[in-house]
């Protein structure tokens, strides 16, 4: 029998003061309410209640397993009601796991969390690898990359696309590449940790294609690679969402967009679907809300169109003027260095 039921139901007749009440207390049979205080005497081996034809007393030891099932019944009712609050009402500490490159799209969503939920806190982790939740003690992951465990509830929270980014002046400098292929004759800079090696991945008007390209710099920071294109050194492909500033300004300049017309997943991810608890749902709901009411947060070549339009001009024109990308790179230059 469920020793927690025999316990409680030891106790009720203790506070009836005989069998036959405590079973209309628990509305159960008598014979049930028998079968639990035996089966606690049989488990410790000791004679718990003193039973005559009128009424049931304590026995010494029965008096003191009672004082303790008191005690353990109040806690047990205790980490209910904790467990239950939890559930209903943010609180305790969020284990956020993300892929490096998230955490500038979140900072908003954390500060209205915690400001919306003050008895939340949330300990943020970042890594490139695909952690084990359960294992590492995670609530919830929030990455752009493909999640190989399929016992996981994924949880599509926006889209975004690749860009292909280069400097004014270095486009100047290069010129423009008007088809993947052109990618040969560039410095290209590599993300090491990319899961095509030093392949760059197309799909546009003919179809999907790979490019084989490299540079002179290879690292596993998406934002090592940004700085490193914003400061001329070659073209970099990243998540767009990752250059928006830049582009916006115009100190990177997007380029091959018609062949990066793929669009890939930012997921929550986490190990349960039921029983959720309420800091979780509550963060999960907040982050859909602010990707739903900002569709151009990932949109960086379209409704974040850089503010020079010297640079605009150039990039999407057939024929790209190079005196005009000079003047747009000198005057980038004058106002961003």
Not at 141 to 146: F, K, T
Not at 211 to 220: M, P, S, T
Not at 232 to 238: S, V
Request: charged residues 20%; hydrophobic residues 45%; negative net charge.
């Amino acid at each position: 029998m469920d020793r927690m039921t025999s316990m409680a139901t030891f106790v009720k007749v203790v506070e009836s003061g005989g069998f036959s009440a405590a079973a209309r207390t628990l509305s159960m049979s008598p014979s049930m309410v028998t079968a639990h205080v035996q089966s606690l005497e049989e488990r410790l081996g000791v004679r718990l209640l003193n039973r005559s034809t009128r009424r049931v007393s304590l026995t010494e030891v029965g008096h003191a397993y009672y004082e303790r099932c008191l005690q353990i019944l109040a806690e047990a009712d205790d980490a209910d009601q904790i467990a239950q609050a939890l559930q209903s009402t943010p609180r305790g500490t969020l284990r956020l796991n993300t892929s490096i490159a998230i955490p500038p799209l979140l900072a908003p969503v954390i500060a209205e969390f915690v400001a919306l939920c003050p008895e939340v806190s949330v300990n943020l982790t970042m890594t490139d690898r695909m952690i084990d939740l359960v294992e590492e003690g995670f609530d919830l992951a929030v990455r752009n990359m493909s999640v190989p465990d399929s016992s996981l509830v994924v949880r599509r929270v926006a889209t975004y696309r690749f860009v292909v980014c280069g400097a004014p002046g270095y486009l100047a400098a290069r010129g423009i590449p008007r088809q993947p292929a052109d990618l040969s004759r560039h410095n290209c800079l590599v993300y090491s940790h990319s899961a095509w090696g030093n392949e760059w991945r197309f799909a546009g008007p003919d179809g999907e294609q790979s490019v084989a390209v490299e540079g002179n710099l290879q690292a596993n920071s998406d934002n090592a690679l940004r700085l490193a294109a914003v400061h001329g050194q070659g073209l970099a492909l990243a998540p767009s969402f990752l250059l928006i500033d830049e582009i916006k300004s115009g100190r990177l300049v997007p380029i091959l967009t018609e062949f990066l017309q793929t669009e890939h997943a930012i997921n929550a991810i986490y190990p349960h679907r039921h029983h959720l608890s309420a800091k979780v749902r509550s963060f999960i709901d907040l982050l859909v809300k602010h990707f739903h009411e900002d569709h151009g947060w990932a949109d960086a070549c379209r409704s974040r169109l850089a503010a020079n339009p010297a640079v605009n001009a150039a990039v999407v024109a057939d024929a790209p003027p190079v005196g005009a990308l000079e003047v747009a790179a000198d005057d980038v230059a004058r106002r961003h260095y």
